[in-house]
Nanobody, 121 residues
């Protein structure tokens, strides 16, 4: 089994910064894409940022220039540095990883439990 454990959420004022971290552990041969999604009340879960094993990134238009995603392949971790936070960034943020192991040689998607980010105006 694979666990994705997030940390770093919280309450911050508009214009502030937060850093989210996520570590994948368990039965892992290799972690392919890693990333962050978010879900605000009454909305669908949406992509925030994703990073490939080779470092290639993709960001939602709404966070470009404000958020930076990074990863450590040796540690199976992914971070999200969030700057210039706005009330519209308020949501539960979920860590994501596509993991290859003995049971999923082509990779399977795993999710963290979610961490709340609240930005006050």
């Amino acid at each position: 089994q694979v666990q994705m454990v997030e940390s770093g959420g919280g309450l911050v004022q508009a214009g502030g910064s937060l850093r989210l971290s996520c570590a994948a552990s368990g039965s892992i041969f290799r972690v392919n894409d890693m990333g962050w999604y978010r879900q605000a009340p009454g909305t669908q879960r949406e992509l925030v940022a994703i990073i490939g094993r080779n470092g290639g990134t993709k960001y939602a238009d709404s966070v470009k220039g404000r958020f930076t995603i990074s990863r450590d392949n040796a540690m199976n971790t992914v971070d999200l540095q969030m700057n210039s936070l706005q009330p519209g960034d308020t949501a539960v943020y979920y860590c994501y990883g596509n993991v290859m192991n003995d049971n999923h040689l082509n990779g399977a998607d795993y999710w963290g439990q979610g961490t709340q980010v609240t930005v006050s105006s």
